[in-house]
């Protein structure tokens, strides 16, 4: 993954990652160029099936500040780009109850397109919330201890 842009803290704290994808996204070129500006957020978007194509809703990218007339509607539904093969084994696994699809990284490749990495997720219960949180603030311990030595 190259220089990511765009992180969906939130992801990991609400769902337990049981694989991850590296999808293309199509966008429009005002899209393009506010995704480069660091202008979009996905924190409340996730994935969906319509007809085997997987989409995003719920992501938001602003509206280019030099677009005019042909900029973009900030949150439409966009296509993602995955080989067929993982797009079936996406399938399969969603159908199962309990798992979802959402996005945990926004980044531009080496090529300069925009890549969404996905995952595939299970709803965390309040414990493992609450354990979640505990590690967490062990490791800031850790980290504070070490810096003050």
């Not at 660091?38 to 030099?66: D, P, V, W």
């Not at 926004?106 to 969404?116: C, H, I």
Request: hydrophobic content about 40%; charged content about 35%; overall charge positive.
């Amino acid at each position: 993954m190259a220089n990511p842009i765009i992180r969906n803290k939130r992801a990991t704290f609400e769902f337990e990652v049981l694989d991850k994808f590296v999808a293309g996204i199509m966008l429009t070129g005002t899209e393009v160029k506010s995704v480069r500006a660091g202008k979009a957020t996905i924190n409340e978007s996730y994935c969906f099936f319509s007809r085997e194509e997987l989409f995003i809703k719920g992501m938001h990218i602003a509206e280019y500040e030099q677009g005019n007339v042909w900029n973009h509607a900030p949150t439409r539904t966009r296509k993602l780009l995955l080989t067929k093969k993982e797009m079936n084994k996406l399938l399969a696994k969603v159908k199962e109850r309990g798992l979802t699809i959402v996005p945990l990284t926004l980044f531009m490749s080496d090529r300069g397109f925009a890549k969404l990495e996905i995952a595939l997720v299970r709803g965390k219960k309040v414990h493992d919330k609450r354990e979640s949180i505990k590690e967490r603030d062990t490791k800031r311990e850790l980290k504070r201890t070490i810096k003050l030595r």
